[in-house]
């Protein structure tokens, strides 16, 4: 007499971390390539920078609110990539100064100049939303000043950023600064003696 057994296929615990340690191998790789790839994009001679730059110019040709023909994009042999990389290509370049500095602050480094871009706007947004809570006492409570992070180079850096996002002359602001800073010191004083 012969019985049949069936057998169960369980996966081993051994194999599932083979196969994870595997992965997670091609996955370190592969970042690692797409960072040196980025690197090389936006270096003076890599796709991204001359992309940028060769876009600035045709939209120098049509002005500032222009827009480039199609027509133009094949005569220059570029219509075939694809317009939003043309369009981050031409942000990258304009903003160069500042992805550099965001790129070298970063403690992972980005892969992709979309990656970057969408850093960019957190940060910026993060400092606009600093300033705007920072201006409301009424809703700032002593609890919440004595547990942030905020100190005087971060107030600095935060008007620093959006003096320039906004184009306002840091020598008007400063001044006002200290106008600002004077006559509360003066408010004060006044109150005292009162």
Known sequence: ???????????????????????????????????????????????????????????????????????????????????RRRAEALWFFNNQEDCLASIKASKKGFTSLSALQRAMKQAVAKSDDGLSTEGNEEETSTEDTSTSNVNAESIVANVLATAKKHNIDLQQVVEMLIDSATSTDNSVAESEVA
Request: aromatic share 4%; net charge positive.
């Open 1 to 83: 007499m012969t019985t049949s057994t069936a057998i169960a296929i369980i996966p081993s615990i051994d194999t599932l971390e083979s196969e994870g340690l595997a992965l997670a191998k091609m996955y370190k790789s592969e970042q690692s390539s797409l960072k040196k790839r980025f690197k090389i994009s936006i270096s003076k001679d890599g796709l991204d920078y001359r992309l940028g730059k060769l876009m600035r110019s045709l939209r120098d040709e049509v002005g500032e609110d222009g827009k480039v023909t199609s027509a133009r994009l094949r005569d220059v042999g570029v219509a075939n990539i694809d317009k």
